[in-house]
C-alpha cells in the first residue's frame, strides 16, 4: 500500500482538493486498496474547518464529495508514516521540511513535478480561480498516479 499525504497552507482548498481528486482518481482505476490518502496544513489557521465552500463546490461540479473532511496540521510523524508527502507550492514544501525536520529520503515533492509543466498550483485563496486549481490538481493527480504505476511503487 502507498500513503499520500497532500498538503497545503491551510488544508481547506488545494490539498484536500488534490485528497479527493486523487481518491477518486484510484477508485476508477480499481486501485483502492493500494492506497491511503490525506491531507494536511502547514499552518494552525483552519484546524478543525470543514474544506472551503467554493473547493467544495468545485469537487462536486466533477462528482467528488468532501464531506466530513476537516483542516488538521502536518506533523513531524507523518513522515515516517506516508511514503510521499506532496506540496502545492514552494513555500508549502519550505515549510513541510522544517516540520518534518528535513527530507532525509526524499518523500517531499511537489505536486506540479509530475507533470510536463513544474510550478505552483494555482493559489484560489488569492485569486477566486477554483477552475484553475481544479485544472493543476487534477493534472497533477494524474500525474502523480501515472508516475506510481510507472516504479511499481505498489505492483499495480
Known amino acids: 500500500m502507498i500513503k499520500i499525504l497532500f498538503v497545503c497552507h491551510g488544508n481547506i482548498c488545494?490539498?484536500?482538493m488534490a485528497e479527493f481528486v486523487?481518491?477518486?482518481?484510484?477508485?476508477?482505476?480499481?486501485l483502492e486498496k493500494?492506497?491511503?490518502?490525506?491531507?494536511?496544513?502547514?499552518?494552525?489557521?483552519?484546524?478543525g474547518n470543514p474544506v472551503?465552500?467554493?473547493a467544495r463546490k468545485k469537487?462536486?461540479?466533477?462528482?467528488?464529495?468532501?464531506?466530513?473532511?476537516?483542516?488538521?496540521?502536518?506533523?513531524?510523524?507523518?513522515?515516517?508514516?506516508?511514503?510521499?508527502l506532496i506540496g502545492m507550492d514552494q513555500a508549502n514544501l519550505r515549510n513541510m521540511r522544517r516540520i518534518c525536520g528535513g527530507d532525509p529520503e526524499g518523500k517531499l515533492r511537489l505536486l506540479m513535478d509530475f507533470t510536463d509543466r513544474p510550478a505552483d498550483v494555482a493559489d484560489p485563496w488569492y485569486t477566486n480561480d477554483f477552475e484553475a486549481t481544479w485544472r493543476d490538481v487534477e493534472e497533477g493527480c494524474?500525474?502523480?498516479l501515472e508516475s506510481i504505476?510507472?516504479?511499481?511503487?505498489?505492483?499495480?
Do not use: W
Not at 486523487?22 to 480499481?30: T, Y
Not at 493500494?34 to 484546524?47: H, L, Q
Not at 469537487?59 to 510521499?84: N, P, V, W
Open 14 to 16: 488545494r490539498s484536500p
Open 22 to 30: 486523487m481518491k477518486d482518481m484510484v477508485k476508477k482505476a480499481g
Open 34 to 47: 493500494a492506497f491511503y490518502i490525506e491531507s494536511a496544513a502547514t499552518s494552525t489557521e483552519e484546524i
Open 52 to 54: 472551503y465552500p467554493p
Open 59 to 84: 469537487l462536486a461540479e466533477h462528482g467528488i464529495s468532501c464531506a466530513g473532511k476537516t483542516a488538521r496540521q502536518l506533523r513531524s510523524r507523518d513522515y515516517a508514516e506516508y511514503d510521499l
Open 142 to 144: 494524474r500525474g502523480l
Open 149 to 156: 504505476a510507472d516504479s511499481n511503487v505498489c505492483r499495480l
